[in-house]
Structure formats: C-alpha cells, structure tokens
C-alpha cells in the first residue's frame, strides 16, 4: 500500500489511536485542521449545530433528510419527531425509547436471559479485557439479545411492544 504525503493545510481531518493495537484501529481524538470543516459538515447534513459541545451521557438518535430530498417527512405516525437541540434534524423516537429500555435492563444485570448469554454479556463488558469491546458494538448486542430474551414486561410499551396476530417487534 503506497501512503499519500499531503501539506497539513490540505489534510481534512487526520485520527489518532493512542492506544493502537496492530490490530484494531480505534480513533481516540479526531482533528480537523481546516477552518471550514465544520462549515461544509453542517451544509452537507443540513444541520445547524455547534461542532464541538462536551455533554454528559448518551445523545440522543437523529437523522438529518437529505438536502436534495423534496418531499417532507410525516411526522404523524410518532416515529420520527423534529428535534428540539439540532436545527434540521429529527429524533429517531423508537430507537432512543430501546436504548432507554436497554439501559434498565442491563442496570438490573439482564433479567430473562439465559446463563449462557448472561457469561457472554459479562465476559464482553469484563474489567481488564485485553481489547475491550467499542461501546456501540457492545450495546448492539444488548439490544438484539434484549429483543429476543428480556422479560415481556420489559419488552411492552411504546418502544417494543408485538404487534396484534404477529410475533414480530414493532419499530
């Protein structure tokens, strides 16, 4: 592989792992050393937001529509919902209402789920792991675990809940 050698004014962004493995890249700081960068960020998304804003806990799921796209999109069956922190974007309402659920389960220690699944949620999320788990590959498979394993009581509601006749999630 032959590397590309670029003058620092003509790099959009460069990542650095601190922690680098020769495995795994994991990107620990991100820069972006043109002062525009953020300028054509936020044109392409169709976003207004401020780039950089240090937040405690999870941000919530958003979906900005696409610049080219004409038709606007309903809002009224409550699966999307026009985002009150980001100008332009929409809060992907199911997705945050799992994630909430998801988080009370594991804060319960997983009730529901088989011996074998709660070894492999704790072997995942174990202290001291060689190469710990991406936060988002883990919770990935806590929602698809939590979707098929959790308690119904868990499962009901706004978020999860079956379908009359079906036996298939409701998004």
Request: charge should be positive; glycine fraction near 8%.
């Amino acid at each position: 592989m032959e590397a590309l050698h670029l003058a620092g004014d003509d790099l959009p962004a460069w990542f650095l792992d601190t922690d680098y493995n020769g495995l795994c890249f994991h990107v620990s700081q991100a820069f972006f050393p043109r002062t525009k960068a953020w300028d054509s960020i936020k044109r392409a998304v169709g976003a207004d937001f401020e780039p950089w804003e240090k937040r405690r806990g999870r941000r919530k799921s958003l979906v900005f529509q696409p610049n080219e796209q004409k038709v606007e999109w309903d809002l009224g069956d409550g699966t999307l919902s026009q985002s009150i922190d980001y100008g332009g974007g929409y809060e992907l309402v199911s997705v945050n209402r799992i994630r909430e659920r998801v988080k009370q389960w594991r804060k319960q220690d997983y009730p529901g789920v088989t011996r074998t699944t709660l070894d492999l949620l704790k072997h995942w999320s174990r202290e001291g792991r060689r190469e710990p788990l991406f936060f988002a590959k883990l919770e990935a498979a806590e929602t698809i675990i939590f979707l098929v394993e959790a308690p119904l009581d868990l499962r009901q509601g706004d978020c999860c809940s079956a379908r009359p006749g079906t036996r298939r999630n409701r998004f």
